[in-house]
Each structure stands twice: as C-alpha cells, then as structure tokens.
C-alpha cells in the first residue's frame, strides 16, 4: 500500500485505473479521490449501503470517478 501511496503522489498523474480485487477496492477508490485523482475502475465498488455511503463522502470531496461501462475517449 505504501508504494500505492507514493505513486499518488505524482504531480504529473491525474488519472488511476483501478483493478484490485473486490476486498480491496473501495478503500484503493477512496484513497485515490482523497489524493484528488480522477478514478476508473471496475464493478462492483461497494457491498454494503454503509460502504456506499463512505464512498459518497469521499466522491464529495473529489474529482471523478468513472465505472468501466463509461467512456472516456
């Protein structure tokens, strides 16, 4: 996760594809948008209402974040 971290912390990179396993995507998703990085990945984010709801907070405070039946060319 650390390495995940500093990679984030590139000024030059705005955009991630995110592609972890299900148990550890929202908290990659979330730790992205908290860096302020546009975000791409996969379905499903979340498992949970409560989970959903973490996610809504941080997307409150972010850029984008786009699921894979979005295009973005």
Not at 16 to 22: C, F, K, M, R, Y
Not at 43 to 72: A, H
């Amino acid at each position: 996760m650390t390495e995940f971290r500093q990679l984030l912390e590139l000024p030059d990179l705005e955009w991630v594809i995110i592609g972890s396993p299900q148990e550890a995507r929202l908290e990659h998703v979330i730790i992205a948008l908290e860096a302020g990085k546009h975000v791409y990945t996969e379905l499903p984010l979340t498992t949970s209402y409560v989970l959903s709801l973490s996610l809504s907070l941080s997307l409150s405070l972010s850029l984008s974040l786009f699921p894979p039946s979005w295009s973005l060319g």
